[in-house]
């Protein structure tokens, strides 16, 4: 045997050492019992497969646990889930481990405070943080509530075969102090939602950034059949801010594709579909008309379309069209299942900061796009009125002006959306 095969055997054993202590360590953890004489507790389970490129087809079970009878408000929430990976990559044993517990002492009917506990390890990502939530809700209005969370966690991309393009991810630890606030209510317009956060990398081996958002999304019914949503987004960060928190014209952040299973790693949506830019992930500016603007910019390894500053608005004028009426007249189906037709128009100016220009460079100008879309969206509300589900669209973006002068503003563009833009 020789020298490089006896290391390939020995990296293989220590890998298969490794999965088995973490799944048994994790079998443990599943198993999770409060220690309480008087209340039982029980813990559901369910199946779970998933794939991307690195991992192949991966298997596991997702587990629920909570005390009998709390309908999902006692103590003890436990939200976890175990998957080991049948290609057997550097790390094919991940996990997820979320528990809450609420504080009785900030805690009201529908207004609970809590601390929460999560951890996870999977497509090689670390994500562990500890977060203070509070909600507010008058009376019974489930729709209507104020939310704010504080926390603080550590993360870390330790593995590059997951990433679609990893020159945008950089490989040291941050630790993440941040705050999130939403409120979603109506005013004399309609039903509006507003969401502000912050954050600042405040240790580790990467340098010290802070960063803040602010979206606001507004519905406006026009008529019984025409309405109206506006977004307004903007956001800001400094000169050392890590690539993968920066912004982009059209798509989020592109640490935030981890809390989505499609985006998290590279292969769930084919990769050669991704890198033609067919696909348009909601969040950010929500340029969409640029989705391929940036990402033959990434395709090039040259990720010139991320950015200190942006601001910008986005607009969806609903029109009627007869499958969601014959939607609509489906009981139960119709209403959880919306298909909509609109017009859409972007806007929006980016900043990037850079030292050897003396500060900042401007793009210099607003970019627009605008065209028809329609959006297939199932929406199934929780116990607290928070939506659950999800929504695809199908776009054809023409550029109202462009970066480009040698590109034709009317070329056929046409682009698959995940997530609504403007979510209410």
Excluded: C
């Excluded at 109202?400 to 002068?405: F, G, K, V, Y």
């Amino acid at each position: 045997m020789t020298f490089q095969n006896k290391q390939s055997d020995i990296s293989f054993k220590k890998k298969l050492k490794t999965s088995v202590s973490l799944l048994f360590l994790l079998s443990l953890i599943s198993f999770y019992q409060p220690v309480n004489a008087q209340q039982n507790y029980e813990v559901s389970y369910a199946p779970d497969i998933w794939y991307n490129s690195v991992d192949g087809i991966r298997v596991g079970v997702r587990m629920r646990g909570k005390v009998p009878g709390s309908f999902k408000q006692g103590p003890h929430r436990l939200d976890a889930g175990l998957w080991l990976s049948t290609f057997i990559p550097a790390s094919p044993v991940s996990y997820y481990f979320s528990l809450t517990e609420p504080i009785p002492a900030i805690s009201d009917f529908q207004s609970e405070g809590n601390i929460q506990f999560r951890s996870s390890i999977r497509t090689g990502y670390h994500w562990h943080q500890i977060s203070l939530n509070k909600r507010w809700q008058p009376g019974f209005e489930e729709k209507n509530y104020y939310h704010l969370s504080l926390y603080i966690s550590a993360r870390n991309r330790f593995d590059n075969d997951y990433r679609l393009y990893p020159e945008i991810w950089q490989d040291n630890w941050l630790w993440i102090a941040g705050t999130s606030f939403n409120i979603h209510n109506q005013n004399f317009l309609g039903r509006y939602r507003l969401r502000a956060d912050a954050l600042a990398n405040v240790a580790g081996n990467y340098p010290s950034f802070t960063l803040g958002e602010l979206a606001i999304d507004q519905k406006v019914p026009l008529s019984d059949y025409f309405s109206l949503y506006g977004r307004f987004f903007a956001g800001a960060s400094t000169q050392k801010t890590a690539p993968e928190y920066r912004f982009s014209h059209s798509f989020r952040p592109y640490v935030n594709w981890m809390s989505n299973g499609l985006t998290r790693a590279k292969g769930t949506i084919p990769e050669p579909w991704m890198t033609s830019g067919l696909f348009h992930i909601a969040g950010g500016a929500n340029l969409r008309g640029y989705t391929n603007y940036d990402i033959e910019n990434l395709n090039e390894s040259t990720p010139a379309s991320l950015y200190n500053a942006a601001v910008a608005f986005n607009f969806e004028l609903n029109y009627p069209n007869p499958i969601n009426t014959a939607l609509n007249k489906v009981p139960v189906v119709g209403g959880v299942l919306n298909f909509r037709s609109y017009l859409f128009f972007d806007s929006g100016i980016f900043q990037r900061a850079n030292s050897a220009l003396g500060g900042v460079q401007n793009e210099g100008r607003w970019l627009a796009d605008a065209g028809p879309g329609f959006a297939l969206s199932l929406k199934i509300p929780d116990y607290l009125g928070k939506v659950r589900g999800f929504t695809i669209r199908y776009e054809i973006p023409v550029w109202l002006s462009h970066p480009q002068n040698d590109v034709n503003n009317f070329a056929f563009r046409h682009i698959i959306g995940i997530g609504a833009v403007i979510s209410l």
